[in-house]
């Protein structure tokens, strides 16, 4: 087979479409971490139970109540006007038509991380402005507490909120820096508060609950929630497309990637939001 742009155009195309997706999961802070991703271009309503009767005990032959009532509304993700995200990268033809392998090997370094740092920085900071995600920290509903790294006792507030809403969680959220003062702290014994398992590598738990650690997290802000609470929309197959003319003057080929995501809480009142703003208030 002649091994040009024209049959190397295609090939990329398949391999880009195939690699982005998994590593992206794999890569990414939110979307590794065990959240529910609902894979839709469409907008997506999702229901949830806000409130629900009581229910009481019958006896043989006696009529059985039908006061019971529960309300429901919906989280809408994915409106058809949401922004996506974006990216070009360019490759020459003659590395294109030279090393296949090697072009796929360097795109989807490129591409992941690229696209896993704006991806991250938006689940969890954004603001929802101009169309675009309202992210983790910034979503209605939630519990807020201040958060004091030189009192240990800020977490167990923080797990006493959870409980108190039924939710069992299953990670904090926190800073690097943050995490790497906490990570110092002892008890009484002289036992680090942060204990660390090798299981599937090194893994961090405080007080029985996994840790994520993230530079896209702000300092002083913290989160202890169950991801299954997290539902995350993302666009059926991010549009690859190959721009073989736009750099014809330069004899490189573009690859445009194209996708978008949305972001909502199942249940907002079983994530605790730490914030150090509110600490000594």
Do not use: C
Request: aromatic share 6%.
């Amino acid at each position: 087979m002649v091994n040009n742009t024209t049959s190397q155009n295609s090939l990329i195309k398949d391999q880009v479409q195939n690699m982005l997706v998994k590593p992206l999961q794999a890569a990414s802070v939110m979307l590794g971490s065990g959240a529910k991703i609902f894979d839709s271009a469409a907008p997506v309503k999702i229901p949830r139970l806000d409130s629900s009767g009581s229910v009481g005990f019958v006896g043989e032959g006696e009529e059985i109540p039908d006061t019971y009532t529960a309300s429901f509304s919906e989280i809408s993700l994915m409106p058809s006007d949401r922004k996506s995200i974006k990216a070009i990268t360019r490759v020459t033809n003659e590395l294109v038509r030279q090393s296949a392998t090697g072009v796929v090997s360097t795109l989807q370094t490129r591409l992941v991380e690229d696209v896993r740092h704006e991806l991250d920085n938006a689940l969890l900071n954004g603001t929802g402005a101009d169309k675009t995600i309202t992210g983790l920290f910034n979503q209605p509903g939630t519990q807020t507490i201040p958060f004091d790294l030189s009192d240990p006792d800020t977490f167990l507030d923080a797990m006493a909120l959870a409980t108190a809403a039924e939710v069992n969680p299953t990670h904090w959220m926190l800073n690097a820096e943050d995490f790497f003062q906490l990570r110092k702290k002892k008890d009484n014994n002289g036992r680090y508060l942060i204990q660390e398992t090798l299981q599937e590598g090194v893994r961090y738990t405080l007080f029985g609950v996994p840790v994520i650690v993230s530079n896209k997290i702000t300092q002083g802000k913290g989160a202890l929630l169950d991801m299954k609470e997290v539902a995350i929309v993302r666009d059926t197959n991010p549009q690859i497309t190959i721009l073989t003319e736009a750099y014809a003057t330069t004899d490189e080929t573009g690859i445009r990637v194209v996708t978008r995501y949305d972001l909502g809480l199942i249940r907002p009142s079983g994530v605790i939001i730490l914030d150090a703003s509110g600490a000594g208030a």
